[in-house]
């Protein structure tokens, strides 16, 4: 039976003893008096307070305890003994245990709520997915249901139509609203070669794209897995919790028996009057606040990152968040747009390029492409080149047209030298921030060529916001230290470590956590080892599917400005968890003694049903506290800046 359906026969059937409770100062008794009350109670016991026994007795037998130790040692106690004290004729108390069952399971309603509206965050997510599409096959247009489309299809989208899966334009525009991915309002321009989302809306365009990613592929399906893993997961933290309840049941067990005794061995009361106060304390002490103020917390928190297109992977990465010291950067497609252009050619261009990138059409590295590019811009035709050889962090070399030939930086030189000319010339152009690599053939250089990456729009403003909450910045780059510099100039970088090996970046990681955590942003497969290597790592939404499932953090805007907002939201999630925690903690240390009845005799005392009240309205509090998450403040970059 559902927490809701227990609670509301628990409130039906506690109800009349309510109205007795109050229409007994009026003279009305309720018909059939205590044993109507008896046998009220004893449906709410079986029913509704069941659960809480058997749970109870399952911790007992392994040797724990739990929060249901605390309720069914409570009401239990308040039901047998009313049941004695109606067999003596002495006063009962059938009304505590019903009415702390009651506002126990209001707690537990308050919670599974919570819950709820979690999941049915997910489930909105997924409902945004189209049903069906037009899908090209076979030269005609067919109607197919989403599950059937396969990698490869090409399908059409009408204006107004959801698009069905990922996948790239090849024909036709259009403007897309994004916003249920990327959070933001304004519709973006597509053409052909851009890349599109599946879920999202098209305007009023028509266009044809090619699926890449489909099921459980899409960025929507892996953002719903993400958020349900998130919601689902502990932050380190809620084992201190688990911890201390442990240790909290038996030791409010024993100030109950405790208090029971000084009430009526050395204080003189009766035997209901101490176990009222006893029965207070076991209710009063119910941990139930502890329990919530982590996993709502995480919920909101999560779910309110997940709407700004923030993907927090794990409860751990929060609380790693909340002592992160240093921030560190990739350059390449995170600090800069990642896609290079050829600016300068020193030597015979034609030559120079047409050596170059008939050496680069087996390379895949970014600025190959910005080298073919350029050559294929210019009408050059390239020629077929073999014994291709990739050598890591420095270039590439291969025989093109009979002749050993090479393009990279001067650590692949060796024995070639470089005129004093075109060395100064080098230079010039590093320190204009653009990258620079030498085109030999045979022991001679040709020539050069520079490429220019430009720092994205976004950057400087990014580095700004982070540097203003005391965080250090550094960029780790494989470009040599020149270029690194002019761009760490540009956007604002305190600190530069350049010419970094791929397989290196994660011992510069290591490097800096001596000094404190670190975050690391980085999109690219060589940015995998620094991602999990770092205490926090950043993925941007644009990256590999490797970097993305390396990263505890994934920015589905890839703005950078979403570092700030990650770091930012999962502070203020880790603070508002030890914010729930901290009240809950003060409730008990501060409910129990009043529930002792140490304050009684000025007046100030706890009956159990009040004490069970009380405990519901600190969970309630607890979960008001995790639902004003939505409502705080991320101080934008721009802002911030």
């Not at 109870?56 to 049941?83: E, P, R």
């Not at 990465?317 to 921030?327: S, Y």
């Not at 030597?347 to 008939?358: F, M």
């Not at 240390?589 to 007046?603: D, S």
Request: charged share 20%.
């Amino acid at each position: 039976m559902s927490i809701t359906k227990r609670f509301w026969i628990s409130l039906v059937f506690s109800l009349p003893m309510l109205l007795e409770m109050i229409l007994k100062l009026f003279g009305w008794m309720m018909p059939g008096g205590e044993w109507t009350m008896f046998a009220l109670t004893t449906v709410v016991m079986i029913v509704a307070a069941g659960p809480f026994l058997q749970s109870a007795w399952s911790s007992f037998k392994k040797h724990h305890s739990n929060m249901d130790t605390l309720v069914a040692i409570g009401t239990t106690t308040a039901y047998v003994y009313s049941i004695y004290a109606m067999a003596t004729h002495q006063a009962v108390f059938f009304e505590s245990a019903a009415f702390v069952t009651t506002f126990v399971l209001l707690g537990q309603v308050f919670e599974e709520r919570m819950r709820n509206n979690a999941s049915n965050a997910v489930e909105k997510l997924v409902n945004l997915q189209a049903k069906d599409a037009e899908v090209i096959r076979d030269g005609k247009v067919v109607k197919l249901p989403v599950s059937q489309i396969v990698v490869g299809d090409e399908i059409k989208v009408r204006p107004g139509e959801k698009i069905a899966v990922d996948g790239q334009i090849v024909s036709g525009s259009s403007t897309i609203d994004e916003s249920m991915i990327t959070g933001e309002s304004m519709p973006v321009e597509k053409k052909i070669g851009d890349s599109v989302v599946g879920a999202t809306v098209n305007g009023t365009g028509t266009f044809t794209f090619k699926a890449s990613k489909v099921g459980k592929n899409t960025m929507l399906s892996q953002i719903v897995e993400l958020v349900k893993k998130a919601q689902n997961s502990h932050a380190p933290i809620q084992g201190l919790t688990d911890k201390v309840s442990e240790i909290f049941v038996p030791l409010v067990l024993m100030i109950a028996i405790l208090t029971f005794l000084i009430w009526y061995v050395f204080i003189g009361a009766s035997v209901a009057s101490s176990l009222i106060f006893a029965v207070s304390v076991v209710v009063i002490a119910c941990p139930c606040a502890l329990g919530l103020a982590t996993p709502t917390a995480l919920m909101v928190g999560t779910g309110r990152s997940a709407r700004m297109g923030i993907l927090i992977k794990n409860g751990e990465v929060l609380e790693a968040v909340n002592d992160v010291k240093t921030v560190i950067f990739d350059k390449t497609g995170t600090i800069t747009v990642g896609k290079p252009q050829v600016t300068d050619i020193v030597g015979d261009n034609e030559k120079v390029l047409a050596i170059a990138a008939s050496l680069e059409q087996s390379s895949e590295h970014p600025l190959a492409a910005a080298i073919i590019k350029k050559a294929k811009d210019a009408g050059i035709s390239l020629t077929p080149s073999h014994d291709f050889k990739a050598i890591e962090g420095k270039g590439i070399q291969a025989v093109v047209e009979g002749e050993t030939s090479f393009v990279g930086n001067d650590k692949l030189l060796n024995d070639v030298s470089v005129s004093a000319s075109l060395r100064s010339t080098m230079i010039t152009l590093q320190h204009e921030a653009k990258t620079v690599v030498f085109v030999g053939q045979g022991d001679e250089i040709i020539g050069l060529i520079a490429i220019q990456d430009t720092p994205k729009p976004t950057s400087k403003d990014a580095i700004s916001a982070l540097k203003s909450q005391g965080l250090k910045t550094v960029m780790l780059t494989g470009d040599n230290h020149a270029v690194a510099q002019a761009v760490a100039d540009q956007v604002g970088i305190d600190q530069v470590v350049a010419d970094v090996l791929p397989a290196d970046k994660a011992e510069q990681v290591k490097k800096f956590q001596e000094s404190g955590k670190v975050a690391f942003v980085g999109d690219g497969i060589n940015d995998a080892p620094a991602l999990s290597t770092a205490d926090v790592g950043i993925a941007m939404g644009s990256g590999t599917d490797i970097a993305i499932e390396s990263g505890g953090i994934v920015l589905v805007k890839n703005d950078l400005r979403d570092v700030y907002k990650a770091l930012e939201l999962s502070k203020k999630t880790f603070n508002r968890i030890k914010l729930n925690l901290f009240w809950a903690f003060v409730y008990n240390v501060l409910g129990i003694p009043v529930a002792a009845g140490v304050f009684y005799f000025i007046g100030l005392a706890l009956s159990p049903e009040l004490a069970g009240l009380a405990m519901a309205l600190s969970s309630l509090s607890v979960v008001t506290s995790s639902v004003l998450l939505n409502r705080t403040k991320i101080t934008p970059s721009a802002e911030v800046a």
